[in-house]
C-alpha cells in the first residue's frame, strides 16, 4: 500500500523553478519527520532536505541550501519543496520518504520507513 506520493515533477530550464509535493495517501504511523530524497543518474540517492512534524525543524543538504525550501500543509497532509535557481545537476528522481529520525541523521534511508514512488525532475541548459 502506497502511502506517500509524490507529484509535480517535470522538464525544467536552468534557472528556472518547480514545487514538488508530497501527500500522505494513507496515514503513516510512528514518524516524526518528512523529507526528500534524490537519485541522479548513476548516483547513490541523498538526502536533499527534512521537516519535522512541529513544521519548525527543517534542514538541508549543504548542496541546496538558499535555494530549496521545505514547508508543510497539516490540514492536507502535504509537504511541499520549492526549489528555485535549478541546476543541471539537480537533475534527477526525487522521493518522498516519512519515517523516525534524530535531526543529525535525518538524511540516512534506513530511518525512513516509508517511500513514495518518485517523481522525475529533468533540468536542462
Known amino acids: 500500500q502506497v502511502q506517500v506520493v509524490e507529484s509535480g515533477g517535470g522538464s525544467v530550464q536552468a534557472g528556472g523553478s518547480l514545487t514538488l509535493s508530497c501527500t500522505e495517501s494513507a496515514p503513516t504511523y510512528g514518524t516524526n519527520c518528512m523529507a526528500w530524497f534524490r537519485q541522479a543518474p548513476g548516483k547513490e540517492r541523498e538526502g536533499v532536505a527534512v521537516?519535522?512534524?512541529?513544521?519548525?525543524?527543517?534542514n538541508y543538504a549543504d548542496s541546496v541550501k538558499g535555494r530549496l525550501n521545505i514547508s508543510q500543509d497539516t490540514d492536507e497532509n502535504t509537504v511541499y519543496l520549492q526549489m528555485n535557481d535549478l541546476k543541471p545537476e539537480d537533475t534527477a528522481m526525487y522521493y518522498c520518504a516519512a519515517g523516525i529520525s534524530a535531526f543529525n541523521f535525518w538524511d540516512r534511508e534506513n530511518m525512513y520507513g516509508y517511500w513514495g514512488q518518485g517523481t522525475q525532475v529533468p533540468v536542462s541548459s
Open positions: 521537516i519535522y512534524t512541529s513544521g519548525v525543524i527543517t
